[in-house]
């Protein structure tokens, strides 16, 4: 047993009143704002079917070569373990300028191969400028997310997506700005890419940082506003993408919408200023107490649970790698890797974020095959980024609701999802007049959705203290379900049926350039197949539903929230004194 005493007196002269814009900045509303737009800047990886069609062209590149392409970028985007390994030893601040070096890098490389002001690439090459670029996501992810989802852990399922959706928002938002800055030139979207998502990491770099867990009364509300801000950005980009598709824009008509759409994604700074100035109040101008000096004495015992694990703290690493903790503590990364919960969430998610990243990789070639012009698949693009921030909230807010009031399992809304998501695969499968326009829905929503979800129950499952690393690791799958189902089946079996359409009018595949396939047929069978392997997954993840319904029906967020009351019992509101004593 140990005892502590503190000693506090009235100090009215000394009481230091911290400036506003210093509170402002440090405070953690502010560096959930920085978040959202770390978070906005993020998504690159999700207009590759915008730019993919000029990386074709430019350097001659068959639809096999081009998913290559595409599986590097998923690989690059989601083999997040060396960004999760660095922020378990490194500051923030390093892994956000990390990854906003890999981001310029990367991209800006591509824009100059692309553009001709270098020679061209070897093949393998671009895999490795298209693989750095897209592993700056993980940088911003594992930096803004990870670090909010550690300030405001009792709502980390509103949070993440909300996070989560400001990235799937992010294709829709920089597409405004290029067709604002650039025109409709979408070469410079790579350019754009480049260096606009680094430039928000630089600025912000100091600002996100962990902080104490604190209860405030109003959390919950301040989110809600959040969100009623994120849906109207949201639907103003949906308006705007139709409107583009409708009506010819002129260069200023994209300048208002670019201006208008910045305007909204930057006021939630105004929520988290309010937000930030009741803090402040309350922390300036507390309330007095007349005694001078307030003695309190305070015992702690060391509980058996507590006293054993310090006992275990001397157990060699691989001893305890199989003697798991309960669900919701906090696991190794080893107990969690080797989890059968894990494994067969990893299984589900190579099966749904496998066959999603498929189709939107392959969205551009999609529209063209059907006949579609490229300005309606570029409004395709718009579409599945604008869903794809539907689905993130809907599975961050909803699934969040759905657990607190009626304790329905999370595992559960991920198998739900997977199911949509065959619908989706299916309307691609067997097309008809407009059919594209409800795929991209569809599949955005879900693939959105399955992200989330996936990492809020990452969290839920395995605790928070490796979570940097244990939701990188999770999302291994993802690029693992990209590689075979897109390079090893879709890309395949789309150029066989290009190499076949080429026969029919009697031409070779060396006396065409760029191999293309336009019909129904093209996509017909590897479509088939990913609705059937997703369908698949979605069957999986009923046995981790049956696994964890348990553990859904306890109080899973207990635990922070005693941490939360424990910090505020230890907060002051009397001015500080410079007299200690202790015992």
């Known amino acids: 047993m140990t005892s502590s005493s503190i000693s506090m007196s009235s100090n009215k002269g000394n009481n230091r009143v911290i400036p506003f814009a210093v509170h402002v900045v440090r405070g953690r509303w502010f560096s959930l704002f920085a978040s959202f737009l770390i978070m906005a800047g993020a998504g690159a990886t999700y207009l590759f079917g915008v730019y993919s069609r000029d990386i074709k062209s430019s350097l001659g590149y068959d639809q096999t070569t081009l998913n290559l392409l595409g599986f590097f970028k998923d690989l690059g985007a989601n083999v997040g373990v060396l960004s999760g390994l660095i922020a378990e030893i490194a500051p923030t601040w390093l892994v956000l300028l990390i990854g906003a070096a890999f981001n310029f890098g990367g991209y800006f490389m591509i824009w100059l191969a692309v553009t001709g002001k270098i020679a061209k690439p070897k093949v393998w090459m671009m895999c490795v400028y298209i693989c750095v670029g897209a592993n700056s996501q993980n940088f911003a992810n594992t930096g803004a997310l990870v670090t909010s989802v550690r300030n405001f852990p009792e709502s980390r399922g509103s949070l993440i997506g909300l996070l989560k959706g400001f990235t799937g928002l992010s294709g829709a938002i920089l597409t405004q700005i290029y067709l604002a800055v650039y025109g409709n030139d979408s070469k410079s979207l790579i350019l754009l890419i ?83 100035l009741l803090l402040w109040r309350q922390k300036n101008h507390p309330v007095v107490i007349s005694s001078p000096t307030i003695s309190i004495e305070k015992s702690i015992e060391i509980e058996p649970k507590k006293a054993s694990e310090a006992q275990s703290s001397t157990t060699l690493w691989y001893q305890n790698i199989f003697n798991k903790p309960e669900r919701g503590e906090d696991y190794t990364i080893l107990q969690a890797l080797l989890s059968t919960d894990m494994l067969i969430l990893f299984l589900a998610t ?204 306890s109080d899973i967020y207990k635990k922070f929230r005693d941490a939360a009351e424990a910090n505020d019992d230890t907060e002051v509101t009397l001015p500080t004194s410079n007299k200690t004593t202790s015992k």
């Open 350 to 553: 190579f099966c749904g974020l496998g066959s999603s990243l498929t189709a939107v990789d392959n969205l551009g070639q999609i529209g063209e095959s059907l006949g579609y012009p490229t300005k309606t698949t570029k409004s395709f693009v718009s579409l599945l980024s604008i869903w794809n921030f539907f689905g993130r909230i809907f599975a961050g807010f909803v699934s969040e609701t759905l657990l607190v009031k009626y304790k329905f399992p999370r595992t559960l809304m991920m198998t739900l999802v997977l199911l949509l998501s065959c619908i989706g695969h299916l309307l691609i499968a067997f097309p008809f007049r407009g059919s594209v326009y409800i795929a991209s829905i569809i599949i955005g929503f879900s693939f959105g959705a399955q992200l989330p979800l996936l990492f809020t129950i990452i969290s839920e499952l395995f605790g928070l203290k490796y979570y940097s690393t244990l939701f990188n690791c999770g999302q291994l799958a993802s690029p693992l379900g990209s590689y075979t189902l897109n390079v090893r089946v879709t890309g395949p079996l789309y150029d066989r049926e290009a190499l076949k359409d080429l026969a029919r009018r009697g031409m070779t595949r060396s006396s065409v350039k760029e191999l293309t396939c336009i019909g129904n047929q093209c996509y017909r069978l590897p479509f088939i197949i990913l609705a059937s392997i997703t369908f698949f997954g979605a069957v999986a993840s009923l046995l981790l539903v049956a696994r964890t319904r348990e553990f859904y029906r």
């Open 194 to 276: 480049a260096w606009l998502p680094a430039a928000l990491s630089v600025v912000f770099v100091y600002v996100i940082r962990e902080m104490k867990i604190v209860r405030q009364p109003n959390q919950l509300s301040v989110f809600y506003h959040f969100l009623l801000v994120s849906i109207l950005l949201a639907l103003f980009l949906m308006v705007m993408t139709i409107l583009e598709k409708a009506v010819a824009f002129s260069q200023g008509a994209y300048a208002a919408s670019a201006t208008v759409a910045c305007a909204m994604l930057f006021f939630p700074l105004l929520i988290a200023i309010k937000q930030e």
